[in-house]
């Protein structure tokens, strides 16, 4: 429904890599004390990302009409490995807590802005259907 009105499939789209960030940040803290983790992120989401269509969903093939056919997600953001030898500890792990709660913080305000966003809109929307206040 929401996917015809470009601002807000952008802020859902939005709101669909900060809560994926939040998973790849979360992950990292959980790992603070593993030997050799590598802290990681996601790639940038840029704004010509935002507008581009989502490519049709894959589906798994089946041999039998009997067979359930999962819809299966396709990976729609590139987590990539954070760089910062300089920094890692001695044990070869390169969390570093303050900085990923530093970045939790900030998912969070972007998540609660974008959020926000969107329901204004909808609530802009209901107005002009004359269903809101």
Excluded at 36 to 49: G, Q, R, T, V, W
Excluded at 83 to 92: D, H, T, V, Y
């Amino acid at each position: 429904m929401f996917e015809d009105l470009t601002l807000l499939a952008m802020a859902q789209k939005s709101m669909d890599w900060l809560s994926r960030r939040q998973t790849v940040l979360a992950e990292n803290v959980a790992n603070a004390n593993t030997p050799e983790y590598k802290a990681k992120d996601l790639a940038p989401l840029s704004f010509k990302n935002l507008l581009q269509p989502q490519a049709a969903p894959v589906r798994a093939a089946t041999t039998n009409p009997m067979h359930i056919s999962p819809q299966v997600e396709p990976t729609r953001f590139e987590t990539v490995a954070e760089r910062n030898p300089e920094e890692s500890k001695i044990n070869g792990n390169s969390v570093l807590l303050e900085e990923q709660m530093q970045k939790i913080g900030e998912v969070k305000g972007s998540y609660e802005l974008a959020a926000n966003l969107f329901m204004k809109h909808v609530a802009m929307l209901k107005v002009a259907i004359g269903k809101g206040g």
